[in-house]
């Protein structure tokens, strides 16, 4: 059964930056997708960047295009979310996935998911 534990959220100034991190066990590298999602109160979960954890090709939705960033540390088994530029509208729960084998931003292709990390944006 596979872990993933999310950590590096809190709150920040708009225009601030943050990096999250989500740590795994049990997860096969090099298979399938790996992705961030968030979801803020009253709102619908949301696929934001996704990894092929193989090629490594990554995928972004346009709300965070050129502002956010997911890379991958197989050596510490270690998947990240590098994000700058940040705005108020950025707050909202923030939830890695892994196991994902059909849309790289759609959750319901996969199988593992974290407890999420909070990310708050003050103006």
């Known amino acids: 059964q596979a872990q993933l534990v999310e950590s590096g959220g809190g709150s920040v100034q708009a225009g601030g930056s943050l990096k999250l991190s989500c740590a795994t066990s049990g997860v096969t590298y090099g298979r399938n997708f790996m992705a961030w999602f968030r979801q803020a109160p009253g709102k619908e979960r949301v696929g934001i960047a996704a990894i092929d954890t193989g090629s490594e090709r990554t995928y972004y939705a346009d709300s965070v295009k050129g502002r956010f960033t997911i890379s991958q540390d197989i050596a510490k088994n270690t998947l990240y979310l590098q994000m700058n530029s940040l705005k108020t509208e950025d707050t909202s729960m923030y939830y890695c996935?892994?196991?994902?084998?059909?849309?790289?931003?759609?959750?319901?292709?996969?199988?593992?998911w974290g407890q999420g990390t909070q990310v708050t944006v003050s103006s």
């Open positions: 996935a892994a196991g994902g084998w059909l849309g790289p931003l759609d959750g319901r292709t996969y199988k593992y």
